[in-house]
């Protein structure tokens, strides 16, 4: 008799081959109308699945993980970052979590790229130019932005998608800077010219482009406070490809309306899906709607990376891509 196959319950529409390979492999409920889960219903699939398969938009706090069965053994998130699932409280009750990194990367980081470009050169607004019918010729000072050759890129957090964007950012003649918990390996820093702050405010005081490049964690919200974003010069752009709580955004809106900095770019919110209603009558800005991972490449990739955790976990091994709480 083949052996049971576990119960997954995946919490969001996933692309059509993951979603098929995931009904061979497993005994798999998907959620093909892709209506979001309350916590009422997320409470009920933690009672009664093996594995989860929640993603970024799934709040699994304490309580609601106090509420799984006996049963469940994995939370196999689809996306990289972990800040809605409470990583430490699954641990106690002997339920792994696992994430999807690197297959995000690269795509992250051109979007990141994409930001910085689109916020120094004006390109959403000049797009909206011609829509709204208000190009009417060339002139000498019309729509003028600013060079990306020979200014300074700080990036906040270089782990693999910093230095995916640090690789790019070279490449448009930005000297890369970084702030991180820890140096990068001499090897990495000579590759990419980057000078280390250990001092995020020294940083952000002498950049003329800031990314937000870590992951939103207790030690990194409002990272960016009302205080640091202060400390930018006025002619900054800053750029966020990370989570929306790093950064203090009523304040980032305050400070763009009054253009104490140049502009934003940004992929992400605090209060995401809602963003700041100042924000979105400001034109020195470039706001998307968390699309940095949006390719289908990366999602299908990132599908890939669940199915190989659950099947490592079903195999009775400990699945490659686990999130340890203590290194959060
Ligand atoms: C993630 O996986 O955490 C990303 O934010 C999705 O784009």
Redesign the pocket.
Known sequence: MAPRKPKVIVTRKLPDAVETRMRELFDAELNLDDTPMGPEALAAALKRADVLAPT?TDRLDADLIAQAGPQLKLIANF???VDHIDVAAAHERGIFVTN?PGV?TED?ADLTMGLILASARRLVEGAGMIQAGEFHGWTPTWMLGRRLRGKRLGIIGMGRIGQALARRAAAFGLAIHYHNRKPVSPLIAEELEATYWESLDQMLARMDFVSVNCPHTPGTYHLLSARRLKLLQPHAFIVNTARGEIIDEAALAGLLERGAIAGAGLDVFEHEPAVNPKLLKLRNVVLLP?M???TIETRLDMGEKVIINIRTWMDGHKPPDRVIPDLL
């Open positions: 970024i996306g990289v970052g999807t995000l992250t968390h940095s991972s949006a």
